[in-house]
């Protein structure tokens, strides 16, 4: 029944794996016409289905998503990339099993969710849909370094069942504690804000593993990255912005505007291609740009 709660998150998965079957070298798009077709096929075959099962909830994140470029918030892996591609209903993720840590965690935060009461669960689990090797709630215990969250458990009020998946081990990497109960929880606090304010926000984040300096944690060798990045893209009276962040994975205090970078720098640091749906001229323009004004940023 779940399968059907949200088209999305299908769609997201068919776009991934096609993506992925194209030739490294050919442009993503010589894609587009196969996902139109198969877009449109999984659609129909559906959505009766998403009718009956989802959640009036869920019905109005999914009617708000029909206006916007579908997926908008899923970027484009290298191919040389480990990765396993997962959705969850709240987000989307690329698992690293040679990490156990996940490239990165994707998903778009609205004006209505964020308003969510669900309370937060507790109990880190691992994660049903991971295939490969996965970390174990031990490998942290005693560690030194805190279970943080990528997709956050606050982003997730709105389902009970985004919100137990929210704590899935697939969806934290080892932080440093200050940083993820400092400056990092700072950023979070900031993108419910944004989604508020203009009433969706798209967010893409992850790990940086640079030179793991940190090593490796548990039995299950759970690498600790070096630093983290967070991306995230709006779109206001017809206008779309973005900005990016860069936290190193250590104790320290300061203001927002001290992370910030462009999107192009974050994409050319994690060899990710962050909002690839975004016509290519926009998308040129949007991620060069570092503008604080938009996010009210300090």
């Keep these: 029944m779940n399968h059907f709660l949200n088209t999305k998150r299908i769609l997201v998965v068919l776009f991934c794996f096609l993506t992925l079957s194209v030739n490294a070298q050919n442009p993503i798009k010589k894609t587009i016409d196969r996902i139109r077709q198969f877009t449109e096929e999984i659609t129909d075959k559906v959505s009766d289905k998403v009718r009956e099962f989802t959640s009036p909830e869920d019905a109005e994140k999914q009617s708000s998503s029909d206006q916007k470029i579908e997926a908008l918030e899923i970027p484009m892996s290298p191919a040389s990339l480990s990765e396993e591609l997962i959705p969850h209903l709240g987000y989307t993720l690329s698992y690293n099993y040679r990490h156990r840590i996940p490239n990165w965690v994707a998903w778009e935060l609205t004006r209505h ?10 109990g880190f689990k691992p994660d049903p849909l991971v295939k490969g090797t996965q970390a174990d709630d031990d490998d942290y215990r005693n560690s030194g370094w805190d279970r943080g969250h990528m997709a956050p458990a606050a982003d997730m009020k709105w389902s009970s069942q985004a919100m137990r998946e929210s704590f899935y081990l697939s969806n934290v990497c080892p932080q440093n504690q200050n ?29 940086i593993i640079g030179e793991a300096r940190n090593g490796r944690i548990g039995s ?48 050319e640091i994690t060899g990710l291609d962050f909002f690839p749906q975004l016509p290519d001229s926009i998308e040129a323009e949007v991620e060069s740009r570092k503008d604080h004004r938009p996010w009210r940023i300090q």
């Design 113 to 122: 969710e964020v308003g969510g009461t669900v309370p937060r669960a507790s």
């Design 179 to 207: 940083l993820n109960r400092g400056d990092w929880k700072d950023l979070e606090e900031l993108e419910r804000e944004v989604a508020q304010r203009y009433g969706n926000v798209w967010i893409v984040c992850g790990p």
């Design 220 to 267: 299950s060798r759970v690498t600790v990255p070096d630093a983290f990045y967070k991306v995230m893209l709006i779109c206001h009276n017809g206008r779309y912005e973005s900005i990016g962040f860069i936290f190193k994975n250590e104790a320290g205090s300061h203001k927002l505007s001290y992370y910030t970078r462009t999107v192009d720098q974050i994409e």
